[in-house]
């Protein structure tokens, strides 16, 4: 293929008058004029034509634009391999940010899967062991709530239940909830929260028989009872998210 006059160089292909690749950087062409013009320099001996064909090597490849015009008339080949050389590096990079995605992904649900493991089971488990019995045990103090032995056993219910919150919040600082799970983990805080609440008005029932402390007990552990079945419900939903 025929050069345009304007990009034709004495002395023929300038990267061999450089003696440099088709890829090399401006830098290393720099390099390789400035070492070359040294040793063929008419006052060190060497040959003026020699001199002028790297002079106009250097004035083509050291200017970025004629270069890449020299470049795309020279081969279109050669453009080819560069153009498959910068989408190889494309994909590449693509490739490692895709691996450092996905690596990052799994790390995400393995701190899901642990967190579900060791703190969200063992503190649903100790929800439903306050949350559930609490209506066979009002049914029997309703018997008589003055009777001591029912109040006794009411009240057994409500310090277990006590010393398994405690049990519950320790777990649910123990372990950072996952940025994935952050909403799950706020649901379910709240639901602990109103049982803890729960559990205190029904302790100042006890040593009050006010009614209005059995009342707000027994809404809190129903709405508390609603939010852990959503809370269930949705733990699936979280997995496969």
């Known amino acids: 293929m025929s050069h345009s006059p304007q990009l034709q160089t004495k002395g023929g292909d300038p990267y061999l008058v450089l003696g440099v690749s088709h890829s090399a ?5 720099k390099a390789a004029y400035r070492q070359l013009v040294k040793r063929h320099h008419p006052d060190a001996g060497g040959d ?9 090597a250097w004035e083509l490849l ?6 890449r015009a020299f470049d795309q008339q020279l081969s279109p ?6 153009e498959a050389r ?3 590096v494309r994909n590449a990079r693509a490739s490692q940010a895709a691996r450092r995605a996905s690596g990052q992904a799994a790390a ?26 609490f209506a066979a045990q009002l049914r029997e103090l309703s018997a008589d ?3 001591d032995s029912l109040m006794e056993g009411f009240c057994h219910y409500l310090e277990q239940s006590r010393s398994k919150l405690d049990k519950v919040k320790d777990l649910f600082q123990s372990i950072p909830t996952p940025s994935s799970a952050k909403g799950f983990g706020l649901s379910l805080y709240y639901c602990l929260s109103e049982v803890e609440d729960a559990i205190g008005e029904l302790e100042r029932y006890t040593m009050g028989y006010v009614d209005g402390y059995l009342h707000d007990g027994r809404e809190m552990l129903r709405e508390a009872k609603q939010r852990r079945k959503r809370l269930q419900e949705e733990r699936p ?3 496969i998210g």
Do not use: C, F, H
């Open 25 to 29: 950087t401006a830098t290393e062409i």
């Open 48 to 56: 003026s034509e020699r001199i002028l064909a790297l002079n106009a």
């Open 62 to 67: 050291g200017d970025r634009d004629r270069r």
């Open 77 to 82: 080949k050669a453009g080819e391999k560069k």
């Open 86 to 88: 910068r989408r190889g």
């Open 108 to 133: 995400e649900d393995d701190a899901l899967a642990n967190w579900l493991k060791k703190v969200y089971v063992p503190i649903d488990r100790m929800l439903g062991q306050v949350i559930n019995p």
């Open 145 to 147: 709530p003055y009777d």
């Open 237 to 239: 939903r979280l997995e």
